[in-house]
């Protein structure tokens, strides 16, 4: 059996512009990566849109708002997910959209403003 599928519309965030619409057999989240003819976007906000048929709304359509990023090639598996950057950094935001305030950039291995992150045990 195959996954099902939905029109799934890309809208690029900024300039806002639509970078068309796709047919995708995953449920792409907020924080995630998504290729699309040869250029990498960050997933930011994903919208479902209805349709009322028999007296039931089905899914019929997904918009998925995105910004040209490129991949994190540092990221860190926290909570159940990943996230960019070194999370064992007082300053790692824990998201997987953006790494800090300090060095968004990255890297965080060469980042002159690491400081380890305190547990409560140690304090």
């Known amino acids: 059996m195959e996954p099902e599928t939905l029109p799934t ?4 965030t900024h300039p806002r512009q639509s970078l068309g619409s796709v047919q995708l057999d995953w449920m792409p989240q907020p924080g995630n990566y998504l290729d ?5 976007y960050a997933v930011l906000e994903r919208r479902h ?3 009322l048929k ?3 709304y089905r899914l019929q359509k997904i918009a998925l708002y995105v910004q040209s990023a490129k991949r ?8 159940g997910r990943w996230v960019i ?8 935001a824990n998201s997987e959209i953006i ?3 300090v060095n968004p950039e990255g890297p965080c291995e060469s980042c002159r403003f690491y400081e380890k992150l305190r547990t409560k045990s140690e304090e």
Do not use: D, F, H
Request: charged share 30%; glycine share 8%; net charge positive.
């Open 54 to 56: 028999a007296g039931r």
């Open 49 to 51: 849109r209805y349709q």
């Open 72 to 79: 994190p090639e540092e990221k860190t598996w926290i909570e």
């Open 85 to 92: 950057g070194n999370a064992s950094c007082r300053y790692n």
């Open 9 to 12: 519309e890309v809208i690029l």
């Open 36 to 40: 699309l003819e040869g250029k990498t």
């Open 99 to 101: 790494r800090c305030a």
